[in-house]
């Protein structure tokens, strides 16, 4: 008995070992951008219903080329908000699932904007360039892709006013969770179909991407299943799964899909355990059906999320 309970401590000491290395690294990666300003122009708004929508675009320079960057957004915000005393105002930042603006990220703009909460609504990560985009037969593109993403944020929350929140779905739910847990200004999140554990949703997801750029790394490099499973453990750091003491720090919200197999319900029910995230809502759907859901009809839910934990 003693000897199991030596075991199961060291194996607890050596996760816990591991977590503070990986936390470190990526720490290290994010903070050589930490002094990347950014400036952000606002032309006149257009009015929709109760809300004025703002185009907006945040300029900087990109992490990795050192270029001048674009990232466009629509900030969204109550007709009559007085721009005064802005410590008292609410922002939350809407990180899309894929490259671009949709209908759906704009039904929670729009309910966050009636309830006077500000909503800043990313409809294009860089001028020109789509998502996946940068993801190639190198591993470590992963970590490039969501290294470029992350300064993005972190220019963007530069500019956001008042108590700032943060709501990813899918793929954006891995990168909001990140920037929640490193972003001192963003106080709580809500995650919509996200995961941790990035390396093992990669070997497993069924979204069509990741499944052809797989079959084309193992075939090109003539790995295993396995060995393509240990190659991603070792080069994709940049993952949720190193931050779970500063996620439970925050207001941390999740909305779980059962039958998943993009980012597999298994990691969704991980992200929600290490960040002692509260449950809003959950479907017994799949990824696509569960998204949906949560936009159309459970809404509701995310947004009086935010009007109690912002």
Request: glycine residues 6%.
């Amino acid at each position: 008995m003693r000897l199991i309970i030596v075991f199961c401590l060291g194996m607890i000491f050596t996760t816990h070992v591991q977590a503070q290395d990986m936390r470190r690294r990526v720490l290290e990666k994010l903070d050589q951008y930490a002094d990347f300003k950014s400036q952000i122009s606002r032309p006149k708004a257009a009015f929709y219903e109760s809300c004025e929508r703002m185009p907006a675009k945040v300029f900087g320079l990109h992490p990795l080329t050192g270029e001048e960057r674009q990232i466009s957004l629509v900030i969204m915000r109550y007709r009559g908000q007085p721009n005064s005393n802005p410590g008292s105002r609410r922002s939350v930042l809407i990180v899309p699932p894929s490259g671009g603006v949709n209908q759906l990220d704009y039904t929670y703009g729009e309910m966050l904007c009636a309830k006077g909460i500000e909503a800043w609504v990313i409809t294009e990560w860089d001028r020109g360039v789509k998502d996946y985009i940068g993801l190639t037969l190198d591993i470590e593109s992963h970590d490039t892709v969501a290294l470029s993403h992350l300064v993005a944020l972190r220019q963007i929350v530069q500019h956001m006013p008042g108590r700032a929140g943060i709501l990813g779905t899918s793929a954006g739910g891995k990168l909001a969770a990140v920037a929640l847990a490193v972003e001192p200004r963003l106080q709580a999140g809500v995650l919509v179909a996200a995961g941790a554990d990035l390396p093992q949703i990669l070997a497993n997801s069924n979204l069509q991407t990741l499944r052809e750029l797989r079959d084309l790394r193992m075939q090109t490099f003539n790995w295993s299943f396995a060995q393509y499973a240990a190659e991603l453990r070792e080069k994709v750091i940049i993952d949720p799964l190193w931050f779970a003491a500063d996620l439970r720090a925050k207001q941390v919200g999740t909305v779980i899909a059962f039958r998943d197999r993009t980012v597999p319900s298994r990691n969704q029910l991980l992200l929600e355990e290490i960040s002692q995230a509260k449950r809003i809502t959950d479907y017994n759907d799949d990824h696509t059906a569960a998204i949906v859901k949560a936009a159309l009809s459970g809404s509701w839910k995310v947004i009086r999320f935010f009007q109690n934990h912002l």
